[in-house]
C-alpha cells in the first residue's frame, strides 16, 4: 500500500495552484492512497477513473455521517443544515424521498424556462462593467448564480450577500478554532433565516420554492432547513467555479478561445471540457464504509471515509487522451463533474444552462478579452476545500 497521505497535503496552496501535477505523480503509485483526513481516522483517496466513478454508485459506502463515530456525529449535530437530513447526505429510503421532492422543480422544462431570465441577468452584470476592465468573480461569476438561486427560493434580494457570506463560510474544511467557530456561528444564522423565512410562507405562501417546500408534508422540519441550505449552497457555489475556471482555461488556451468564438456551436461541447478539465468540484463530499470492503486491492476497513476526487478522475490517463490539454471538441468525454448514481447533481441541467449563457455571452460582448493580471498573482479560495475555484479573476476586454 502506498504511504499515507498527511493531512496538510489537501490544505497548502501550492497544491491548490495545481493539484494537477501532484496527481499525476501520484497516479504512478496506484489508484488509491491512505490519507489523514481527517486527522486521526481512517480516511482513503480515489484517484482513477474506474475505481472511482464505481465508489460515487458503490451502496456499501455510505453518505450518512451519523453512522460512523463521535467525531462525525459531533460534526453532524454542530453543523446539521449542511451534514443532516438533506439528500446529499442520507441513503436510501430517504434519499429516494427526499429527490423526489426536490426534483420537481428541477425539471428540463423548468429549467429551460429560466433561460431569458438568466440571460436578462447576464446582460445586466455585463452591462455594469467600467472602463474596460472588471473583476469577473466578484462583478459576474459569483452575482449570478446566487441572484437565480435567491429568485427561485424567493429570498429577497438585499439578503443575497448575507448568504454569500455564510455560504463560503459553511464549506470552508477549517480546523483553525476561530474559523470553526465562525462556520459554526454560519450554520446557526442560516438555519435561524430559513426557520423564519418558512414560518411567513406558511403564513402567507408565494410562488417560489419555499413555498412549495413548506406545502410538502412529507418534509419534517430539520428536512426542509437542511434541504434549503443545500439548495442555497450547491445552487451558486459551484457554478461561480465553473464560470471563473472556465474562463480562465481559454485565456490560457487562446486557440481555443478563437476556436469558440469561430465556432459557438461548440459551446455546450465546451462546458463539458471546462467541467473534466478544471472543475468546479475538485473532491466529491464524503462516503463511509458501512462494511469492510475491498477498493482497487485495498482494504478499507467498516466506518473508514473514502473520497474520489473529481479532479483526478477528469485527468485520468487511461481514459482521456491528452488529459491535461484543452480540448473543446473533445467527444468521448466520461467526467464526473456532476457525480455519478443516485447523488448524480440535481442541479446539473441548471448550472450548464448558466455557465453557458454566462460564457457564451461573456465572449459574444467583450471583445479582446484578456486576463488583467500576471497568472502568478491569481489565487484559489477555500484551500483544502471540496470545491476549486478563483478568489479574483481581472479581466481586460
Same mark, same amino acid.
Given at each position: 500500500m502506498p504511504e499515507k497521505l498527511p493531512f496538510e497535503f489537501l490544505f497548502t496552496p501550492e497544491f491548490s495552484r495545481d493539484p494537477y501535477a501532484v496527481y499525476a505523480s501520484l497516479r504512478e503509485?496506484?489508484?488509491?492512497? /491512505?490519507?489523514?483526513?481527517?486527522? &486521526?481516522? =481512517?480516511?482513503?483517496?480515489?484517484?482513477?477513473? %474506474?475505481?472511482?466513478?464505481?465508489?460515487?454508485?458503490d451502496p456499501r459506502l455510505s453518505k450518512d455521517m451519523q453512522r460512523f463515530g463521535d467525531y462525525f456525529k459531533a460534526i453532524a449535530t454542530e453543523d446539521d443544515i449542511l451534514f443532516d437530513s438533506n439528500m446529499l447526505s442520507v441513503d436510501p429510503p430517504d434519499h429516494t424521498r427526499l429527490r423526489r421532492i426536490v426534483s420537481k422543480a428541477f425539471t428540463p422544462r423548468r429549467v429551460e424556462e429560466l433561460r431569458p431570465r438568466v440571460q436578462a441577468i447576464t446582460d445586466e452584470l455585463i452591462d455594469g462593467f467600467e472602463g474596460g476592465a472588471a473583476e469577473l468573480i466578484d462583478e459576474f461569476a459569483f452575482p449570478l448564480p446566487i441572484i437565480v438561486i435567491c429568485e427561485l427560493l424567493g429570498i429577497p434580494s438585499q439578503d443575497r450577500d448575507?448568504?454569500?457570506e455564510w455560504s463560503s463560510l459553511l464549506v470552508n474544511p477549517t480546523f483553525v478554532p476561530e474559523e470553526v467557530e465562525r462556520r459554526r456561528a454560519a450554520a446557526r444564522a442560516t438555519t435561524a433565516y430559513f426557520r423564519r423565512m418558512c414560518e411567513e410562507r406558511r403564513q402567507e405562501p408565494r410562488d417560489d420554492l419555499i413555498s412549495a417546500l413548506v406545502a410538502m408534508e412529507e418534509l419534517t422540519e430539520k428536512e426542509l432547513i437542511s434541504t434549503l441550505s443545500l439548495l442555497l449552497i450547491? &445552487?451558486? %457555489?459551484?457554478?461561480?467555479?465553473?464560470? #471563473?475556471? &472556465?474562463? +480562465?482555461?481559454?485565456? !490560457?488556451?487562446? =486557440?481555443?478561445?478563437?476556436?469558440?468564438?469561430?465556432?459557438?456551436?461548440? +459551446?455546450?461541447?465546451?462546458i463539458e471540457e471546462f467541467l473534466r478539465y478544471d472543475g468546479p468540484v475538485e473532491r466529491s463530499t464524503p *462516503?463511509?464504509?458501512? $462494511? =469492510?470492503?475491498?477498493?482497487? #486491492?485495498? !482494504?478499507i476497513p *467498516? &466506518?473508514?471515509?473514502?473520497?474520489?476526487?473529481?479532479?483526478?478522475? #477528469?485527468?485520468? /490517463? $487511461?481514459?482521456?487522451?491528452?488529459?491535461d490539454r484543452l480540448d473543446i471538441t473533445r467527444t468521448d468525454n466520461r467526467h464526473v463533474a456532476f457525480g455519478h448514481g443516485i447523488h448524480f447533481c440535481l442541479g446539473a441541467p441548471l448550472a450548464r444552462l448558466e455557465g453557458q449563457i454566462a460564457i457564451g455571452t461573456l465572449l459574444e460582448r467583450l471583445p479582446q +478579452?484578456?486576463? #488583467?493580471?500576471? $497568472?502568478? %498573482?491569481?489565487? *484559489? *479560495? +477555500?484551500t483544502g476545500s471540496v470545491v476549486r475555484g478563483l478568489s479574483r479573476l481581472p479581466i481586460r476586454f
Open positions: 503509485q496506484g489508484p488509491i492512497f /491512505p490519507i489523514d483526513f481527517p486527522p &486521526g481516522f =481512517d480516511a482513503y483517496l480515489i484517484i482513477d477513473h %474506474e475505481h472511482g466513478r464505481a465508489a460515487l454508485n448575507q448568504f454569500r450547491a &445552487g451558486h %457555489e459551484t457554478t461561480v467555479n465553473l464560470i #471563473g475556471n &472556465g474562463v +480562465l482555461a481559454l485565456l !490560457r488556451n487562446p =486557440d481555443q478561445l478563437d476556436l469558440l468564438r469561430a465556432k459557438p456551436e461548440l +459551446l455546450p461541447n465546451a *462516503r463511509f464504509a458501512s $462494511e =469492510d470492503l475491498e477498493i482497487a #486491492g485495498t !482494504r *467498516r &466506518g473508514a471515509m473514502v473520497h474520489v476526487s473529481i479532479g483526478a478522475v #477528469g485527468r485520468d /490517463p $487511461e481514459v482521456f487522451a491528452e488529459p +478579452l484578456a486576463l #488583467g493580471c500576471a $497568472e502568478e %498573482e491569481l489565487s *484559489r *479560495r +477555500l
